[in-house]
């Protein structure tokens, strides 16, 4: 699969949804305020952060993108953070909790990631995930299948779909085999809400880069507008002048 390439600082300015449902999952974990935790996926620190504030055990922060973990080092000097991919995880008995948010459906691997979550806690250690699930962002997918076909179908002959969304049936599979229990998992519908046009593209242009990428840079922005021409069509703005998208959230609580 191609590299990613995040742009750091632009990610952090244009994920607000993906913050605003991270703190409603931390909410669910119930910290005692002892516990090891290990932020997966950590991007710019902001979440990891958080728990670094709930805990007086260990936090760390992982990420893939090298981008990312720079930003976050350099924002928050006080908090271990590390490049590292999510299929390659290589602690042992460490962690309390594993937290993951918006970040798995980067992955097509999932049975090496399960493994290294598995590894990585500690006996009755859980972990709690939200990531893209089955029918996630359903129309931004088919807006940009039928906009790609008819304008810009020679760049995307070669294009690989760069995410995966599984059902909750098949994560929870996965997860008994390698030896979770109390397995919660489920999909959940999301609406994300961007508060104008700029926003909408601000998320287009960092978290779908992957189509932009297959352009020369001199196109990208004009794809953006064009796409986002084409999804208000289909979804118009609110009353507010806001955007929303319907996104399918797979939440999935566990312990080992």
């Known amino acids: 699969m191609k590299q990613q390439n995040w742009n750091a600082k632009d990610y952090a300015k244009h994920s607000k949804g993906q913050a605003l449902w991270a703190r409603e999952l931390i909410a669910k974990l119930g910290l005692q305020g002892n516990e090891n935790i290990l932020d997966l996926g950590c991007g ?17 922060g992982v990420d893939k993108s090298e981008a990312m ?8 000097a006080n908090i271990a953070f ?17 937290f993951s948010n918006a970040v798995l459906h980067w ?5 090496a990631v399960v493994q290294g979550l598995y590894k990585s806690l500690k006996k009755d250690g859980k972990i709690l995930l939200q990531f893209g699930g089955e029918g996630n962002a359903k129309e931004i997918l088919s807006v940009m299948d039928v ?6 179908a020679p760049y995307f002959k070669d294009f690989e779909f760069p995410y995966s969304f599984p059902h909750s049936d098949v994560y ?3 997860l008994a085999e390698q030896g979770f229990i109390n397995i919660d998992a489920k999909l959940i519908k999301k609406d994300m809400v961007h508060e ?29 507008d064009k796409f986002v021409e084409a999804y208000l069509m289909l979804k118009p703005l609110d009353n507010e002048g806001r955007i929303h998208v319907d996104m ?9």
Do not use: C
């Open 44 to 60: 710019d620190g902001k979440v990891t952060a958080l728990f670094a504030e709930a805990t007086r055990g260990k936090v760390m």
């Open 69 to 76: 973990v720079k930003l976050a080092q350099k924002s928050y």
């Open 82 to 98: 590390h490049s590292m991919d999510a299929t390659t995880l290589n602690f042992e008995n460490e962690f309390d909790v594993v």
């Open 107 to 111: 992955v097509h691997n999932h049975k």
């Open 147 to 152: 906009f790609i076909a008819k304008e810009y």
């Open 172 to 174: 929870e599979a996965l």
């Open 196 to 224: 104008d046009v700029e926003a909408f593209k601000g998320w287009i242009r960092t978290t779908w880069f992957p189509y932009t990428d297959i352009l020369d840079e001199n196109m990208r922005e004009e794809f953006i």
């Open 248 to 256: 399918v959230r797979l939440e999935v609580q566990a312990f080992k």
